[in-house]
């Protein structure tokens, strides 16, 4: 009787080492395979036992492909402007400023700082570590001048500058058409105007920002082409009426040095075209001259006019409209509606013996009575326009006398 209610031994046969002993362990629970060999009292193969129950796995949370970063089309277009930016962070640390015409340099997702770097890059055809040099100097100097804060300053002297300089913005077709004026027959002192070579170009660059805020670069929403059409550039006119060139007075040389090589790393790609304006035929004839060995990019930047009736010529008939009636146009005179440089009245230093009639250049040791006035060497004009960025250069000439011009409404 006791043989029929004992139940089947669950003990498999004896194994050696440690497997047999691990089919022993309670915590194991073999498949249903092993149990029924075991009912049965067969041996269990090997194959049916099955191995220890692995831990539970908390379920893998799905993986997510990060996004491709696909970069701007003008980046991908203009791989040296990638390059520039990949640098941007760095000279920035260096510098230790930030900030260029108006525009606050950010990442290759900001259009006015791409526009800015556009600018170098084209300023040193696409050189970029000659761009990244031209960018840090150029930095630099904003941040020890300041140039923004002089166009407030209002410390340069009306005896000085009075009638000198002008800016004017036109509208054509909804966009900003931005003029520098610079009046160098209205010079009355040459000595006075350029002994202060840094004074000089601090009023210069005075002018120079407040052409620039009025191109609002800050605001842009579209990137300029690398090779295409930039509406953030100005016009300049200078005007020689009544202007005798003579031999370069050595503080106009210094005056006119310092401002090329401030304006040429400053302010690059900024100028659309430059007019001189009431010079003399003989003038005209070097520009084309110089055609020959200067290159086109730079040539066809400026246009010498012997009559500054025909400036407006140059223009559409909406700017007819605009213009000075001096120039041609139908528009107010500069003095009595364009912006200028605050000025001060304070005199200037008294010079002594001063003539009543003011010379064209200091008298020198054993002159004649009657000073007789050379022509200006042909090397000074082309100091002036052998460069593209003698975009803000002072006057290479003196002055004759004339009525002070009045300063134009702020």
Do not use: C
Request: charged share 30%; glycine share 4%; proline share 9%.
């Amino acid at each position: 009787m006791s043989d029929q209610i004992e139940q089947p031994s669950v003990v498999p046969e004896k194994r050696e080492g440690v497997e047999a002993e691990k089919a022993l362990e309670p915590s194991i629970v073999a498949d249903p395979p092993a149990q029924e060999s075991a009912a049965k009292n067969e041996p269990v193969k090997e194959a049916d036992v099955a191995a220890p129950a692995a831990p539970a796995k908390e379920p893998e949370a799905p993986k997510t492909e990060e996004p491709k970063v696909e970069k701007p089309a003008y980046l991908i277009k203009t791989p040296a402007l990638g390059e520039l930016f990949d640098r941007l962070p760095s000279i920035l640390s260096t510098i230790g400023h930030n900030e260029m015409w108006g525009v606050q340099l950010k990442d290759y997702n900001d259009v006015p700082t791409v526009n800015v770097l556009i600018k170098f890059l084209r300023a040193n055809e696409g050189d970029v570590k000659a761009a990244e040099d031209q960018l840090s100097k150029a930095l630099k100097w904003r941040k020890d001048v300041n140039p923004k804060a002089l166009t407030e300053s209002g410390k340069y002297n009306a005896a000085k500058y009075g009638g000198l300089g002008y800016l004017t913005t036109y509208e054509e077709n909804g966009r900003p058409l931005v003029f520098t004026w610079n009046i160098y027959g209205a010079v009355k002192d040459a000595n006075a105007t350029f002994a202060n070579a840094d004074e000089f170009v601090q009023w210069r660059a005075a002018l120079m920002e407040l052409a620039v805020q009025d191109l609002k670069m800050a605001d842009a929403t579209e990137v300029i082409e690398y090779d295409g059409e930039d509406p953030y550039q100005m016009f300049q006119v200078h005007d020689y009426l009544n202007v005798k060139f003579l031999r370069m007075d050595p503080a106009v040389r210094t005056a006119t040095k310092k401002v090329i090589d401030v304006f040429s790393t400053a302010y690059p790609e900024l100028l659309r075209e430059k007019f001189f304006v009431n010079v003399p035929a003989i003038m005209g004839w070097m520009f084309s001259a110089m055609k020959l060995f200067l290159s086109r990019n730079t040539t066809r930047k400026f246009h010498p006019i012997s009559n500054g009736a025909n400036l407006a010529r140059e223009f559409s008939p909406s700017i007819l409209e605009q213009l000075p009636k001096v120039y041609g146009g139908k528009g107010p005179e500069l003095k009595d509606n364009a912006r200028i440089v605050p000025l001060t009245e304070e005199p200037v230093a008294a010079k002594e013996e001063a003539p009543k009639e003011v010379p064209t250049e200091a008298p020198q040791e054993e002159a004649p009575k009657e000073v007789a006035q050379p022509e200006a060497p042909k090397e000074a004009v082309k100091e002036e326009t052998t460069k593209e960025t003698a975009q803000e250069e002072a006057p290479k000439v003196e002055t004759t006398k004339e009525e002070p011009a009045k300063d134009g409404a702020r």
